[in-house]
Nanobody, 118 residues
Framework: QVQLVESGGGLVQAGGSLRLSCAAS????????MGWFRQAPGKQRELVAT???????NYADSANGRFTISRGNAKNTVYLQMNSLKPEDTAVYYC????????????WGQGTQVTVSP
């Protein structure tokens, strides 16, 4: 069973930076799509960014230009570098992964809290 474990969340002032990490265990096969989602209190979970095993990336408009998703040298690791953080970026951030680009996500992490103070 594939498990995703996130780390790197925390409290930061507006304008600051954080780097989230996610590592998948339980498989030796390269997972095709890994991504980051977030959910703020009272809001639906939303896509932040995704990356394929080939390196193709996709960003939400809110993340474009400020956040960078990348895959690590270790198989099935993914990072989210978040710069110029805003209070509205405050949310629980979830790592997700799936084998196929055309199906719902198969695996989810437990989430990591990111809080941006004004």
């Amino acid at each position: 069973q594939v498990q995703l474990v996130e780390s790197g969340g925390g409290l930061v002032q507006a304008g600051g930076s954080l780097r989230l990490s996610c590592a998948a265990s339980g498989t030796s096969i390269s997972i095709n799509v890994m991504g980051w989602f977030r959910q703020a209190p009272g809001k639906q979970r939303e896509l932040v960014a995704t990356i394929t095993s080939g390196g193709s990336t996709n960003y939400a408009d809110s993340a474009n230009g400020r956040f960078t998703i990348s895959r690590g040298n270790a198989k099935n690791t993914v990072y989210l570098q978040m710069n110029s953080l805003k209070p509205e970026d405050t949310a629980v951030y979830y790592c997700a992964a799936k084998w196929s680009g055309h199906t719902p996500y198969d695996y989810w992490g437990q989430g990591t809290q990111v809080t941006v103070s004004p």
